[in-house]
């Protein structure tokens, strides 16, 4: 057996599997990751209010905020890249959340499976109990926050 190696002539290609759009950083504002592997939300829940604007359109057009999330989120993780514009206001998932808020103010349970797959993208933890929870009782300040997580990652991407 000998101890010589064939010296390395190229560099990896990418393949199918590979993911070469990940997107920016996912933690901006460098949260401790816990042996867990987890971490806090950037900001906290009842940290609405330093986004008062925006803390106030989730609080009377949550549909809108919700579908601009989505839409961000979507587009980062299909994209690797900022949604230029931030989203449309009016769209599909607008209507349906506006919908289910108009009959009955359901239109939080939606944001559940947003809420959660926020939460899965910048490996916060929590669980789906307390995304229901948080998208229940306290609707806009929970919108507000997975809008200002993924606003990080973008910026980060600028």
């Avoid at 042996?35 to 009842?46: P, Q, Y």
């Avoid at 587009?75 to 949604?83: A, E, K, M, V, Y």
């Avoid at 926020?118 to 507000?144: E, F, K």
Wanted: hydrophobic share 30%; aromatic share 6%; glycine share 12%.
């Amino acid at each position: 057996m000998s101890d010589t190696k064939e010296p390395v002539t190229s560099q990896p290609q990418a393949t199918g599997q590979m993911d070469v759009n990940a997107g920016g950083n996912k933690n901006a504002l460098n949260r401790e990751i816990g042996i867990d592997g987890m971490r806090d939300w950037s900001h906290g829940l009842f940290d609405c209010f330093a986004e008062c604007g925006l803390c106030c359109w989730a609080a009377w057009c949550p549909c809108v905020v919700y579908s601009k999330n989505k839409q961000r989120l979507e587009h980062l993780r299909n994209r690797g890249t900022p949604l230029p514009g931030g989203g449309e206001r009016l769209t599909d998932h607008t209507y349906i959340h506006g919908i289910l808020t108009a009959i009955g103010g359901h239109g939080w349970i939606l944001q559940i499976s947003s809420r959660s797959e926020t939460r899965v993208r910048y490996g916060i933890r929590g669980d789906v109990i307390g995304d229901c929870l948080a998208s229940c009782l306290c609707n806009p300040c929970a919108l507000t926050q997975e809008r200002r997580e993924i606003e990080l990652e973008e910026e980060s991407l600028s």
